[in-house]
């Protein structure tokens, strides 16, 4: 007895593969586009000179309305004025004139119009009550959506690193 299969067999388990491929949150992505790449490179770009400005509204304004902050504390700041309130508090407090950067070092695509990004933040010359200085710096991963305002972040999750 032949245990050949039929042609509607395969036209059948190709659509199943293609289907659970599809629906598969897993599923390989394709890589970041050069244009994606430069478009996170901008975005944390302006976070760095909203940074340097010590201005909380233009660094909420890398978010979108409902996005979020976690810093290395646990605290969760969400939506542009909580987020906004955050850092013009700790510029008031040790954080304005110091020099903060962030470097996206991984990036991994979720949908075409969802990055989820991986990197390293730090703050330069922190003013502590007694007017010492000292650096921090930690690991960072982001939710980076697209949408019709640009790139921008849906969440933001920074934590410190394990000293060494």
Not at 48 to 61: H, P, T, V, Y
Not at 66 to 82: A, C, R, Y
Not at 100 to 121: C, E, F, I, K, P
């Amino acid at each position: 007895m032949s245990h050949r299969k039929s042609p509607a067999f395969g036209i059948a388990l190709a659509t199943i593969l293609t289907l659970s491929l599809q629906s598969n949150p897993l599923a390989a992505q394709a890589p970041p586009t050069m244009s994606v790449r430069t478009a996170i490179t901008r975005l944390f770009l302006a976070y760095e000179k909203a940074w340097d400005r010590s201005d909380g509204k233009a660094l909420a304004a890398t978010y979108v309305p409902n996005g979020d902050l976690m810093i290395p504390t646990g605290q969760l700041f969400s939506g542009k004025s909580s987020i906004a309130a955050f850092y013009d508090g700790v510029f008031a407090h040790g954080y304005a004139r110091t020099r903060g950067t962030g470097l996206a070092q991984h990036v991994r695509m979720l949908s075409s119009n969802v990055a989820l990004v991986d990197g390293t933040w730090s703050i330069r010359g922190v003013r502590d009550t007694s007017a010492k200085t000292h650096d921090e710096n930690g690991v960072l991963t982001a939710v980076i959506v697209r949408a019709n305002f640009g790139w921008k972040l849906a969440a933001l999750r920074e934590q410190t690193s394990v000293n060494r």
